[in-house]
């Protein structure tokens, strides 16, 4: 099949990531596209003005994204137009909205789909934030939160549907896989064939929602496994710099329409700059992948054999089930995982304190390695139980290996474990 440019079929991930959304054609013949740093967009008569707000609130006239579609920068922007046709490509979906950042389009995915009395299933571990909104702020609007654990186990997958349902009409079920901070997987292609059982039994399907930041779309493709929505922080390796924050979620037209009318309404969308930021980014998205999938193993292989470390829960060393579910939907184990030191938070923090190339901080998938203590941080206002029901210990550190010389990075780590 030859390559359509315009629709982006018959092309590669890697050429998607660099083309597909904007044409010089839309710009001055400029070879990049431009940051439309405007707020509002003028009309060409009062009845384009008509006409352009009916396209957008009902979906007729002038199409939108077409160049003369625009209104306000909060109901959508060129920058925004395309980074989602980009983002959509790339996940392998119809559609896609971009939020300014991962909670922003988790939170909106959440509201947009669950109503009072309804149950949402959500994986074990999870980010820390949203453990937080499942279970602090969905609760007052009468949301009930179940978690599952082992979601590489089929068994456990059926159990944990079980008991959300009796707690009610199960609405959604959101996924991470692999699962912040301990990459622990989750076997999509059977949530997604359980949730389709619970069509017949509950009168409709739960939506089932996979959280993919921890591999991006180069590496795993939730909506080919039969997920509904795929959600992405797009702060972390699509962005790939840490100096933007945006979330992303992609799906069908009709679900993404859903999220895009509330992201109207919360003023949460991408701002422009942000947006072309994010353009400039996914440009070096495989390369980057390539070479922190590489540092990674390079990393985590020093760990698992270090004496001071208890365990490493890099994707390459999983085994038995997990790893066939691995094998069948990941096509890389990217460059975050966790590692657990012998001993607690003291020898943690003495290590941490002891790194000098390493950079304390929160995040992931920036071009520079970051480390932190999950516990402390990231998962800090997670309940101890439910920390170390997930896999998250005091002595728990989380690395996102960067694009430095991977000797560079195991000689700071060599000399800081001398510390702990």
Not at 18 to 40: D, E, M
Not at 52 to 61: D, I, L, M, P, S
Not at 263 to 282: E, I, K
Request: proline share 5%.
């Amino acid at each position: 099949m030859s390559p359509d440019t315009a629709t982006g079929r018959g092309l590669s991930p890697e050429t998607l990531a660099i083309t597909l959304g904007y044409s010089p054609a839309q710009a001055f013949g400029a070879a990049k596209p431009p940051a439309v740093l405007t707020s509002t967009f003028a009309y060409q008569s009062a009845q384009h003005a008509k006409d352009v707000h009916e396209a957008f609130f009902r979906g007729t006239g002038p199409a939108v994204g077409a160049s003369d579609a625009y209104i306000y920068t909060r109901l959508g922007h060129p920058n925004l137009t395309m980074v989602e046709a980009r983002l959509a490509a790339l996940d392998g979906g119809e559609a896609s909205a971009v939020f300014c950042s991962g909670m922003a389009a988790i939170t909106t995915t959440l509201l947009a789909l669950v109503r009072p009395g309804d149950v949402v299933l959500c994986s074990r571990p999870c980010y820390g934030g949203t453990d937080g909104y499942l279970t602090t702020v969905l609760p007052d609007l009468g949301v009930t939160t179940i978690g599952l654990s082992d979601g590489w186990d089929a068994a456990n997958i059926r159990a944990a549907v079980v008991e959300a349902m009796a707690a009610g009409p199960l609405r959604v079920i959101h996924l991470e896989s692999p699962a912040n901070p301990t990459a622990a997987i989750v076997d999509i292609a059977a949530v997604a064939r359980i949730a389709a059982e619970l069509a017949v039994v509950q009168g409709f399907k739960p939506i089932v929602v996979v959280d993919n930041t921890f591999l991006g779309p180069l590496l795993q493709s939730p909506l080919a496994l039969g997920a509904d929505l795929c959600m992405t922080s797009l702060t972390k390796y699509c962005g790939g710099h840490s100096d933007l924050m945006a979330g992303g979620v992609t799906g069908s037209a009709d679900l993404v329409a859903r999220l895009k009318a509330l992201r109207t309404l919360s003023g949460n969308h991408l701002d422009p700059f942000s947006a072309w930021l994010l353009l400039r980014s996914f440009e070096t998205l495989a390369l980057r992948t390539d070479r922190a999938c590489s540092n990674a193993l390079a990393v985590a292989t020093f760990l698992r054999d270090h004496p001071k470390v208890a365990a490493v829960t890099y994707l390459g060393f999983i085994a038995g089930d997990a790893r066939t579910v691995f094998d069948r939907q990941c096509r890389g184990t990217g460059s975050t995982f966790s590692f657990h030191l012998k001993g607690g938070e003291a020898e943690a923090f003495r290590m941490l304190d002891a790194l000098r190339l390493l950079r304390l901080a929160v995040s992931l998938g920036g071009s520079e390695t970051l480390i932190c203590n999950p516990a402390t941080t990231t998962h800090y206002q997670t309940p101890p139980d439910r920390r170390e029901a997930g896999g998250i210990w005091p002595g728990t550190c989380r690395v996102s290996v960067g694009l430095e010389s991977p000797a560079d990075l195991i000689a700071d780590l060599s000399q800081a474990l001398e510390r702990a």
